[in-house]
């Protein structure tokens, strides 16, 4: 097979384009707004003190953050099947929408606002107990 110098120059830019593709994906993985609500919850369950922070930012120590977590630990230490139902995303602003069903209680929905800063998507305590009092918090 002898491949002319154009057809050669055609699959160098079609690998040179993927493995540009898959850089973005692979730089911009852990960074979107459900993943800061995925790593928050793993930090609830793992009692991980340093990813929870990551995922709060400024908001750590406030009682908004500390209320919303204990609220969402119960629910997960109640048993509560976690999955996410819907995402909201702005420039800078985002909604992930999650549900906690259980055979006992039914279901809950919690509505996580977020927000970007620096780059890095948190969440925001006080704007997700507004928007989440019908759950509870």
């Known amino acids: 097979m002898n491949l002319t110098s ?8 079609a690998f040179v384009l993927s493995v540009l593709t898959l850089s973005v994906f692979y730089l911009s993985r852990n960074k979107g707004p459900v993943s800061t609500v995925t790593r928050f919850h793993e930090a ?7 990813l929870l ?3 709060l930012g400024s908001h750590y120590a406030t009682e908004e953050a500390r209320q919303m977590s204990a609220f ?3 629910l997960i230490d109640a048993g ?5 139902s819907r995402v909201g995303k702005r420039a800078i602003e985002a909604e992930v929408w999650v ?5 006992r209680r039914g279901y809950t929905t919690v509505s996580f606002s977020l ?7 948190l969440i925001d305590p006080g704007a997700t107990k507004i ?4 759950a509870g918090i």
């Open 115 to 121: 927000h970007k800063d620096s780059g890095v998507w």
């Open 72 to 74: 969402v630990s119960g």
């Open 80 to 84: 509560s099947s976690v999955s996410i």
């Open 6 to 13: 154009r057809q050669a120059s055609s699959v160098l830019a």
């Open 131 to 134: 928007r989440s009092r019908t």
């Open 99 to 103: 549900k906690y069903a259980s055979r």
């Open 53 to 55: 922070r990551s995922t």
């Open 44 to 50: 609830l369950v793992t009692k991980d003190d340093r």
